[in-house]
């Protein structure tokens, strides 16, 4: 089976722009989770999405987005990107959800913010 | 205070030490992650684990609940476990996963 892909893997954008990162899980796992990784606030946690409904969001502003295909493939979106946004953003995908569902984890994108 | 801490922060070793990483965890949880990071970003989950001890290859890993703690611990270690490893917990079932600051391990040959 292939692997978590992420599109793009590079992007740099400047603040005030928006952007929209891709995420196409293993087939036939229904569960995508986003995080965020910093040097300085390590990895964090966004949001979960299964079944093409959210079901748990992080910390983060209003300006983190996200949504679920019914192919299961997610996108994450960031509005009015700010400087503290350049970071690494990751996807992990799962059979389901729960306690026992191991998270296998894309290559993530990094995204710069000049 | 972080949920998860971990320790130490850095490590050095030479090829053939065995190596321990430690995690611990202060809120009830129903399993806890053993991550690896390369250079470059990916991860990859080696150890899954709500009690007990896990063995693969050359690592394992123990936790115990009552002290809220876990240990990775690496046999026979060599420069390609040269990573960060990150220690991640789920509090309840479909919670989120809350992550450790991770250990970077370097092994000289």
């Known amino acids: 089976k292939a692997g978590v892909t992420q599109t793009p893997r590079y992007l740099i954008k400047t603040r005030g722009q928006q952007v929209t990162l891709s995420c196409s899980p293993i087939s036939g796992h229904r569960s995508v989770s986003w995080y965020q990784q910093t040097p300085g606030q390590g990895l964090q946690f966004l949001f979960e999405y299964f079944s093409e409904t959210q079901r748990n969001k992080g910390n983060f502003p209003g300006r983190f987005s996200g949504r679920q295909f019914s192919n299961s493939r997610s996108e994450m979106n960031v509005s009015t990107l700010e400087l503290g946004d350049s970071a690494l953003y990751l996807c992990?995908?799962?059979?389901?959800?729960?306690?026992?569902?191991?998270?296998?984890f894309g290559p993530g994108t990094r995204l710069t913010v000049l | 205070k972080n949920e998860v801490e971990q320790s130490p922060q850095n490590l050095t070793a030479q090829e053939g030490e065995f190596i321990t990483i430690n995690c611990s965890y202060s809120?009830?949880?129903?399993?806890l992650h053993w991550l690896q990071q390369h250079p470059g970003g990916g991860i990859v989950s080696l150890f899954m684990?709500?009690?007990g001890k896990k063995k693969h290859g050359r690592l394992i890993a123990t936790i115990n609940i009552q002290e809220k703690h876990s240990s990775l611990h690496i046999t026979a270690s060599h420069p390609r476990d040269s990573a960060v490893y990150i220690c991640a917990v789920r509090k309840s079932s479909g919670d989120k996963l809350t992550f450790g600051t991770g250990t970077r391990l370097a092994v000289r040959p």
């Open positions: 992990a995908s799962s059979p389901g959800t729960g306690t026992y569902n191991e998270q296998f």
């Open positions: 684990l709500s009690s």
């Open positions: 809120v009830g949880i129903s399993a």
